[in-house]
T-cell receptor, first 115, second 116 residues
Framework: GENVEQHPSTLSVQEGDSAVIKCTYS??????FPWYKQELGKGPQLIID?????GEKKDQRIAVTLNKTAKHFSLHITETQPEDSAVYFC??????????????FGQGTILTVHP | EAGVAQSPRYKIIEKRQSVAFWCNPI?????LYWYQQILGQGPKLLIQ????????DSQLPKDRFSAERLKGVDSTLKIQPAKLEDSAVYLC??????????????FGSGTRLTVV
């Protein structure tokens, strides 16, 4: 089955700096890669996603890049703010068969933004 | 639109006891998922329903875990008997259909289970 590795496990930055989180996946059939933000006591919330037919996607301060050949994708947050502090998860999914809709998550990155 | 509702928010039980969690998905969402999130890890899928049928339960420990989705709406997840390693947050998610990935896939806030 799919395996997703996420690095780093913790990331500490100063307000205004950029933060980058990287993930690799094992299943070349995976074609959908979402990123989730999870705050304490809450469920994961989708912040951005990318599909395998796209190499990069941006939404204001957040961007995601995908390298299908190398099977890795990254989350980039620019101009970080204290409210960006949370746990971030990458995930991968593929269409077809019974796995359609199943998300395989990375281990998570604890992002701390210091004022 | 109302989100995915889960209850209870917290539960503490002794090992070998039984426990049940409840999930009410977003209205009209055909697909429902239960994930287990152990502290410090990413969520792991336990079971996936399409309407009231099971699509994937390959990672559900069927000797102790069971789940049902009567009438294709609400769902319950049960653990009997519980073990210490079942301590985790149990997340419910729903999406509009089998094409749900990326289309309105929404998580609830979860039930935090502590087994002592």
């Amino acid at each position: 089955g799919e395996n997703v590795e996420q690095h780093p496990s913790t990331l500490s930055v100063q307000e205004g700096d950029s933060a980058v989180i990287k993930c690799t996946y094992s299943d070349s059939a995976s074609n959908y890669f979402p990123w989730y933000k999870q705050e304490l006591g809450k469920g994961p919330q989708l912040i951005i996603d990318i599909r395998s037919n796209v190499g990069e996607k941006k939404d204001q301060r957040i961007a995601v890049t995908l390298n299908k050949t190398a099977k890795h994708f990254s989350l980039h947050i620019t101009e970080t703010q204290p409210e960006d502090s949370a746990v971030y998860f990458c995930a991968a999914s593929r269409a077809g068969g019974t796995s359609y809709g199943k998300l395989t998550f990375g281990q998570g990155t604890i992002l701390t933004v210091h004022p | 639109e109302a989100g995915v509702a889960q209850s209870p928010r917290y539960k503490i039980i002794e090992k070998r006891q039984s426990v049940a969690f409840w999930c009410n998905p977003i209205s009209g969402h055909a697909t429902l998922y239960w994930y287990q999130q152990i502290l410090g890890q990413g969520p792991k899928l336990l079971i996936q329903f399409q309407n009231n049928g099971v699509v994937d339960d390959s990672q559900l420990p069927k000797d102790r875990f069971s789940a049902e989705r009567l009438k294709g709406v609400d769902s319950t997840l049960k653990i009997q008997p519980a073990k210490l390693e079942d301590s985790a947050v149990y997340l419910c998610a729903s999406s509009p259909g089998l094409k749900g990935v990326g289309y309105g896939y929404t998580f609830g806030s979860g039930t935090r289970l502590t087994v002592v």
